[in-house]
């Protein structure tokens, strides 16, 4: 299985600063023929099921706030909240779909200092 | 727009079979995946597996043994179930739609149902 590992486990950011979580993969989820790294994240607020933000590594969904923005390829991937809002506080998950059984980060928990 | 939306037995016995069913509306199951994902209390969330709406399947195989998920395109369901469970199966259980366009799946769950609890409890 590929291991998916976020780092920190929780920041709290000031509101109107940035917020930068890290996901590392134990092996590439680029896919070198199409050039598409198969890595999404999710945002989880408190008692509500997981909302897809990014896919393809940075490609933000449709709707999703511009502040939000993922990059990386390869191993090595981030999330960055540019102005943390106070309705992004949530726990962010990363996954991969480059294979399976598809795996997710341990979720980091993003608060307001 | 596209809902899902998870139902079954918020308490199972202990060695029972866990049962639930998701039920797409607002769109057509043809044409997609479909994924179960589960979140026991305060972690994180475990795939389980997908099925395509032609009846192919991926389990995680962590499960494998004891799951097995299926679709009825003519009920526009898709179901879940897993037996021998234990107090480590309990948790939150979502449904999610994997994103396909043209033909084409990518693995992304872009369409999630608002989960339902499931407690393995005597």
């Known amino acids: 299985d590929i291991v998916m590992t976020q780092s920190p486990d929780s920041l709290a950011v000031s509101l109107g600063e940035r917020a930068t979580i890290s996901c590392k993969s134990s092996q590439s989820v680029l896919y070198s023929s199409k050039n598409k790294n198969y890595l999404a994240w999710y945002q989880q607020k408190p008692g509500q099921s997981p909302k897809l933000l990014i896919y393809w590594a940075s490609t933000r969904e449709s709707g999703v706030p511009d502040r939000f923005s993922g990059s990386g390829s390869g191993t090595d991937f981030s999330l960055t909240i540019s102005s943390l809002q106070a309705e992004d506080v949530a726990v962010y998950y990363c996954?991969?779909?480059?294979?399976?059984?598809?795996?997710f980060g341990q979720g980091t928990k993003v608060e307001i200092k | 727009q596209v809902q899902l939306q998870e139902s079954g037995p918020g308490l199972v016995k202990p060695s029972e079979t866990l049962s639930l069913t998701c039920t797409v509306s607002?769109?057509?199951?043809?044409?997609?995946?479909w994924s179960w994902v589960r979140q026991p209390p305060g972690k994180g969330l475990e795939w389980i597996g997908f099925i395509h709406y032609t009846g192919s399947i991926n389990y995680n195989p962590s499960l494998q043994s004891r799951v097995a998920i299926s679709v009825d395109t003519s009920k526009n369901q898709f179901s879940l179930k897993l037996s021998s469970v234990t107090a480590a199966d309990t948790a939150i259980y979502y449904c999610a739609r994997v994103y396909c366009s043209g033909g084409t799946c990518s693995g992304y769950m872009d369409v999630w149902g608002r989960g339902t609890t499931v407690t393995v409890s005597s």
């Open positions: 607002g769109g057509s199951i043809s044409g997609y995946y």
């Open positions: 996954q991969q779909y480059y294979t399976t059984p598809q795996t």
